[in-house]
Each structure stands twice: as structure tokens, then as C-alpha cells.
Nanobody, 122 residues
Framework: QVQLIESGGGLVQAGGSLRLSCVASERTFSRYVMGWFRRAPGKEREFVAIISSRSGRTAYADSVKGRFTISRDNAKNTVYLQMNSLKPEDTAVYYC???????????????WGQGTQVTVSS
């Protein structure tokens, strides 16, 4: 069982930046594909970004491409989401996720964190 703990959410003005972090409990963290989803009020859950276990291959939702960057530090069991040029429509609860498989089209990860709130004011 992989436990994921997110941090770094908060309130920021439009155009600002935030960096989310997610620490995983699993000692074999480097073997897991990691990613982020989000859920905005009244909307469906949305895929945000994914990063492979070893090669660092990444993929992003079109809505965040060019603004968000996912990265990982396997020595620290941590995955990051750097969010720049934030917009009010980025307001959501952001969830860290983990799985054994990489799928940038229809990913359904097995493990989820509790989520961290990101609010972007206009």
C-alpha cells in the first residue's frame, strides 16, 4: 500500500506560481509512475500530468501544457508539480497519484493522496 501526502497548496493571484509536493511512503518509489489529477468545484476529476518511473517521460493535459511541469526526485521519494501562470480556472483540489503502469490517455492510478487545495484569485 502506497501512502501519498501532498503539500504546497494555497491561495495565489492569477499569474502567480505554486509548487506542489507529494511524498510517498513506498521504499520502491522509483518503480512507480507518478502523476497529478485535479477536481474543480462542480466538475469531473481531470488528469493533469504524469511522469514515468525511470526515464522521466512526461505528459500533460492540454489545459496546463506549457504552464505546469511535473518532476520527481527518487532519492527523496517525492514528486513535484510546478505551476506557473496560474489562472482562476486552475482552482481545484489537486491529488497526487501513483501506479505501476504509464498511460497518458486513460490513466486510472491505483493510489491517491488526500488532496491539497489550490485557489487562484482573479
Amino acid at each position: 500500500q502506497v501512502q501519498l501526502i501532498e503539500s504546497g497548496g494555497g491561495l495565489v493571484q492569477a499569474g502567480g506560481s505554486l509548487r506542489l509536493s507529494c511524498v510517498a511512503s513506498e521504499r520502491t518509489f522509483s518503480r512507480y509512475v507518478m502523476g497529478w489529477f485535479r477536481r474543480a468545484p462542480g466538475k469531473e476529476r481531470e488528469f493533469v500530468a504524469i511522469i514515468s518511473s525511470r526515464s522521466g517521460r512526461t505528459a500533460y493535459a492540454d489545459s496546463v501544457k506549457g504552464r505546469f511541469t511535473i518532476s520527481r526526485d527518487n532519492a527523496k521519494n517525492t514528486v513535484y508539480l510546478q505551476m506557473n501562470s496560474l489562472k482562476p480556472e486552475d482552482t481545484a483540489v489537486y491529488y497526487c497519484t501513483a501506479d505501476n503502469t504509464y498511460d497518458s490517455v486513460s490513466w486510472s492510478p491505483d493510489y491517491w493522496g488526500q488532496g491539497t487545495q489550490v485557489t487562484v484569485s482573479s
